[in-house]
């Protein structure tokens, strides 16, 4: 790995944000997929998860030439239902936020971004389902001054993450490594080394140690 590679990694890792993240709902159309990963990686998000029930069983794809690469940045969690995801966030104490038009929504801007928060953005004709809707803390609205009601899915994702980072560079977020060290190497690794990730997962054995410079030291 080349030392300026290294360093790339190394300044993305220390600026991504462990307790912020997006939860799809059935978003179903690749290029919505895909523009919100790359938003995701853009303001540091570490993971995205996602539930999908679509005719041929569980398929979530993305179209490379929006995401322009950040999915490889960014893990892609997949959940059985939304039930399942949104109890599973809860246990890692993540308030859950639904981008959704009801009579509880509030100013997305009102929202306190610095607490562990994800954020649940619906289907793309349907918005969040009303079991979502139920279960989440609380939902949230772009104010619309125009005639049309929303925005697109992965637009509408974009403005809520920019306001959450917004509010985290404020806050100092991003001023310091956030991530556990122990996953830090590893994805340092995963990033740096992608063709050899294979040959140790395959045989369950640890990853290498890196030297200051990124590259293996022999053992």
Not at 16 to 33: A, F, G, S, Y
Not at 50 to 67: H, I, K
Not at 154 to 180: T, W
Request: overall charge negative; some cysteine.
């Amino acid at each position: 790995m080349l030392s300026r590679r290294y360093q790339r990694i190394c300044q993305t890792l220390d600026r991504r944000q462990p307790d912020l993240t997006v939860l799809m709902e059935d978003v179903h159309k690749p290029h919505n997929i895909s523009a919100i990963i790359r938003t995701c990686d853009a303001v540091g998000v570490m993971a995205v998860h996602a539930m999908n029930q679509v005719a041929d069983g569980d398929v979530l794809d993305t179209y490379s030439q929006v995401a322009q690469g950040s999915e490889k940045w960014v893990d892609l969690n997949r959940h059985p239902d939304v039930t399942v995801a949104i109890d599973q966030l809860h246990q890692q104490n993540f308030k859950i936020y639904a981008a959704h038009l009801s009579d509880r929504a509030v100013d997305y801007r009102t929202i306190d971004y610095t607490q562990p928060t994800a954020i649940l953005m619906g289907a793309e004709r349907w918005g969040v389902s009303d079991t979502a809707a139920e279960l989440v803390d609380g939902h949230i609205i772009i104010p619309m001054l125009g005639m049309v009601q929303s925005l697109n899915v992965s637009v509408a994702a974009a403005v809520i993450l920019f306001e959450a980072q917004r509010q985290r560079l404020q806050a100092g977020f991003y001023d310091q490594p956030r991530l556990d060290p122990e996953f830090y190497r590893q994805k340092v690794f995963e990033w740096g080394y992608p063709e050899l990730v294979a040959h140790y997962r395959d045989r369950q054995l640890p990853y290498p140690p890196l030297d200051s410079e990124g590259q293996i030291i022999s053992t």
